[in-house]
Each structure stands twice: as C-alpha cells, then as structure tokens.
C-alpha cells in the first residue's frame, strides 16, 4: 500500500548540485576548430585556470591549429528556449601543453571577448589533484556542445564503468563535439 519507493538504485541527489552545476557549466565553451583554410569541426573545453582553457589533443592538437580556433561562452538556449547571444575569445595557442597518450590539450586564450567581455565573467573549474576521484557504479554528468549544438548536459543513466591506467571509462550520450567536456561525479 506504499506509494513511495526506490526502485532499483537510490538516484537522490541534494539539492546543492543544481546551482553548482549552474556555476560550472559557466566555464565550458564551444570550440570552434579552425585552421587557415576554415571551420575544420568541433569540441568543447573548459576554463581551468585564468588564461587557460582544457579540452583534448584530438581536438586541438598542435598551437598553430589552437591560434586559428574560436571559444564561444554562453553558447545555449535560454529558459525560454531563444538563442543566448555567446561571447567569443580568440585562442592563443601560447602557451599550448598537450598529451598525445593522455588525450589533452592546456590552451591559451584571450582575456577579453572580441566585445570586449571579461574572460573572467565565467569562473573556473578547479582541478582537484588526487586519483580515485570517479568509482566504479558512480554516477556521472557531462556538461557538452554535441555536434557543436548549443550546451547540453547529460544527467541521466551515466555510470563509470571502469578504470584502466590513466583513463575511466563511462557510459554518457556524447556525439563528435562532445570531446573535451568536463564529467563531474
């Protein structure tokens, strides 16, 4: 006679994870993938330090192909559904770290928008330095410009599935642009 129940897993989260998802999703821009020739594709990335933008080295894998290449904050719908107008930052290429085995690419970017926006209108997302960070069974969300689309976020049915050296693996809806998002435990 209950009419309240968990069904198979408790998949409560506390409320706090709403406006702090808010705040990160901030940080986390479409990148447009240009090269001298034109739009070449796109990938996501995310603001790690001031000045310096993470995505991954099969998205931008040298520092000419970075200093040719767009950032675009604030690249999603509104509540009501209309067009945000975003904020572009011009990549720097300098300085440019990357790791072709560890899939990642530090990148430079312009403090300021082509408008003349602060970069640091949109906060950070810190890196926390420790390993054991995701576990096997836990759940995950990715915050992603899929296919270059507007920013989406990928709350449902997303679990770390495994570890294998420096990588973890999950199951997450993700399409080409997707690479370089943050996944938050």
């Known amino acids: 006679g209950a009419f309240e129940a968990v069904i198979g897993t408790v ?3 506390p409320y706090h994870v709403l406006p702090k ?4 999703a ?3 821009a ?18 790690i330090a001031p000045n310096l933008l993470l995505t991954n080295n099969h998205v931008l894998n040298s520092a000419d192909l970075a200093a040719t290449s767009i950032a675009s904050f604030g690249y999603h719908e509104n509540e009501d559904g209309s067009p945000n107008t975003p ?3 011009r990549l720097t290429g300098d300085p440019f770290v ?3 085995s560890h899939d ?3 990148v430079g970017i312009e403090p300021v928008s082509l408008d003349g926006r602060p970069l640091t209108d949109f906060g950070q997302i810190s890196m926390l330095p420790r390993s054991g960070k995701a576990l096997k069974s836990e759940h995950v969300n990715i915050i992603q410009h899929p296919q270059g689309s507007f920013k989406q976020v990928a709350l449902r049915k997303n679990l770390v599935v495994g570890r294998k050296a420096q990588f973890i693996y999950y199951t997450a809806d993700t399409l080409p642009g997707s690479s370089g998002a943050p996944v938050f435990n």
Do not use: H, M
């Open 30 to 47: 479409r990148i447009t993938v240009r090269g001298r020739d034109g739009v070449r594709g796109f990938g996501t990335g995310f603001l």
């Open 21 to 24: 998802g808010v705040e990160v």
């Open 11 to 13: 998949d409560f989260d």
């Open 98 to 100: 990357t790791s072709v």
């Open 87 to 89: 904020d572009q930052y």
């Open 104 to 106: 990642y690419a530090i």
């Open 26 to 28: 901030r940080s986390v």
